[in-house]
Structures are given as structure tokens and as C-alpha cells.
């Protein structure tokens, strides 16, 4: 399974990004959907998740600011990200935890900064 992640760049403070993620390949049935990051001198840290279900969760510093959303048809996943703020700066890494395994995406840079 390939994740294609896209979306990231440079914003300033207070504005706004949309990340995307796509599952290919071969036919697998998605379990859960995810968005982590890393921060410069930091540990990779879970942002937000999505299950099969549709019930979220958040990383208490992005509730409110952050809307993580999928398409089971097209085994996409998108993060909706508001409000940012510089300590949001990171490469957001999209994640599939998937019947065969579990696979990353390559990472897209987000920099929050005026």
C-alpha cells in the first residue's frame, strides 16, 4: 500500500492549510487512518485519528483548530487545519493501519511563520 500526502507549505500565523492523503496499490481494506508529526528536535506524535468508524480523535493542542475527515471510497484522508499557530510548525506524516500491515506516507513540511 502507497500513501501520496500533499498540501503542506509556508502560512503565516492565524491562517489555514489543507493536507491530503491517498492510499494505493493492491486491494486492502483500510482499519484506520491517522495524521502524526514531527517537530524539529522533537518525538513524532500522534495529531489526529480516524477509524473505520468515523468517530475522531485529537491531540489536545489542535482540538478545535484541527478537522481530520475520510473517504472509505477513495481511501483518502484530509486534516483541515485552522488557526495555526508557529508551535503547529512540523512534516506531517499520514498513516494507514490497513488488514495487510500499516504504511506511511513520505512526510509534507508545514511552516507556520510570519
Known amino acids: 500500500v502507497q500513501l501520496q500526502a500533499s498540501g503542506g507549505g509556508l502560512v503565516q500565523p492565524g491562517g489555514s492549510l489543507r493536507l491530503s492523503c491517498a492510499a494505493s496499490g493492491s486491494s486492502f481494506s483500510v482499519i484506520a487512518m491517522r495524521w502524526y508529526r514531527q517537530a524539529p528536535g522533537k518525538q513524532r506524535e500522534l495529531v489526529a485519528a480516524i477509524p473505520r468508524s468515523g468517530e475522531t480523535t485529537y491531540a489536545d493542542s489542535v482540538k478545535g483548530r484541527f478537522t481530520i475527515s475520510r473517504d472509505n471510497s477513495k481511501n483518502t484522508v484530509t486534516l483541515q487545519m485552522n488557526s495555526l499557530k508557529p508551535e503547529d510548525t512540523a512534516v506531517y506524516y499520514c498513516?494507514?493501519?490497513?488488514?495487510?500491515?500499516?504504511?506511511w506516507g513520505q512526510g509534507t513540511l508545514v511552516t507556520v511563520s510570519s
Open positions: 498513516y494507514v493501519l490497513h488488514v495487510l500491515g500499516a504504511s
